[in-house]
């Protein structure tokens, strides 16, 4: 019946999918979900293999225009993959956690676990993976950081593409590639390129969170902060400010759903940051190794305590470091490495 009818006054029905994609074009603002978004649960048009393949919204050229600029962001941090040369202090310890399980698990200096380096575990357990996988050898330890350097980059493209369309995300993702900082960062053997890794996925799901109000990619975003918090503890946290301003803000639901969503994905971020802590703090001193970088074999002195404190008491007053020294503490425990 209404096809005649639009015939006899000489009106074309509107087809269905134009129709959606005007409306769509009218409703969506800088806060609603993209049309260029290609999250899970829209349809690509190809099967998900065909990584090759721009997702439906983007233009053809957009997925291989952007694997290009992945291909040569690892082709710059790998460059000088083969003398990456090892972070001394530091890949003793790799070593280390590459060998003994007990090691590793509890980010000792030495095999046999009777002292910690003064970080946590988890920002030198990737690099004694790969270290385990393929021998101890300067390109191993740097394998890591080449491939969190890869995907930042990736990272860095989709959240630029949300807001802006796909041309301004792939001059975000070439920028950051190119920048030399980011080759340095992601091409030695110094576990540096974690922390930068975890915050861009972190701002990514975020992105998405505070857009649709999602919970889901609010507690990602807390999960990566907090591995974040693993791979370079408090400065994984200087962000959290930001994030919790901005989503009780912008966040397209009511405020007492804001500060609720936001209450179970901070307790998702301190589960992740404070996991490595909680089993050091309960697990007798008697059975684990010795806390490095803390006065009281201490992991929270170590993470909070005297990482903060450090260049304000250490550097500024040579006789601290000094008497220091000549504690009782272990010498490896007044390494000034940050």
């Known amino acids: 019946m209404g096809p005649c009818v ?39 048009g190809h099967p998900r293999w065909q990584v090759w393949r721009s997702p439906q919204g983007q233009p053809p050229w957009a997925r291989p225009a952007l694997l290009g600029i992945a291909v040569v962001a690892a082709l710059l941090f790998a460059w000088n993959i083969a003398d990456a ?29 009777t002292i910690t380096i003064d970080k946590l575990a988890g920002s030198f357990a990737p690099q004694a993976l790969s270290a385990r996988i393929f021998g101890y050898h300067p390109w191993s330890l740097a394998l890591p950081q080449i491939i969190e350097g890869v995907i930042a980059t990736l990272a860095m493209y989709r959240v630029v593409r949300r ?9 975000a993702a070439g920028i950051f590639a190119l920048t030399p900082i980011a080759a340095s960062m ?16 972190a701002a990514d799901a975020y992105q998405r969170a505070v857009m649709e109000a999602r919970l ?17 503890m408090l400065q994984a946290w200087m962000v959290l400010p930001a994030l919790a301003i901005g989503y009780l803000v912008a966040a397209p639901v009511p405020v007492r759903r804001r500060l609720g969503q936001l209450g179970v994905a901070t307790v998702v971020m301190l589960a992740v940051s404070l996991s490595w802590i909680a089993l050091y703090t309960f697990t007798p001193a008697q059975d684990r190794p010795y806390v490095d970088g803390s006065t009281n074999n201490s992991a929270i002195s170590m993470a909070f305590a005297l990482r903060s404190a450090r260049g304000k008491i250490w550097f500024t007053n040579p006789r601290r470091l000094a ?7 272990p010498v490896s425990s007044i390494s000034m490495a940050t």
């Not at 790799?94 to 698990?105: G, H, P, Y």
């Not at 992601?186 to 996925?201: Q, Y």
Request: proline share 7%; net charge neutral.
């Open 85 to 113: 040369g090892l972070a001394p202090f530091y890949s003793v310890a790799v070593k280390s956690m590459s060998v003994s399980w007990k090691a590793f698990f509890y980010g000792a200096l030495d095999p046999k676990a």
């Open 216 to 232: 889901r990619s609010l507690l990602w975003s807390g999960f990566w902060v907090g591995v974040g918090f693993q791979a370079k």
């Open 163 to 171: 807001w802006a369309g796909p041309v301004p995300g792939l001059l």
């Open 323 to 329: 008497s220091s020294a000549s504690s009782q503490r």
């Open 6 to 44: 639009c015939r006899s006054v000489g009106v074309e029905p509107v087809p269905e999918r134009l129709e959606a994609r005007l409306s769509t074009t009218v409703v969506d603002s800088p806060l609603s979900p993209s049309v260029y978004d290609d999250g899970a649960g829209a349809a690509t």
């Open 186 to 201: 992601f091409g030695h053997s110094m576990e540096d390129g974690l922390l930068t890794m975890c915050l861009v996925l």
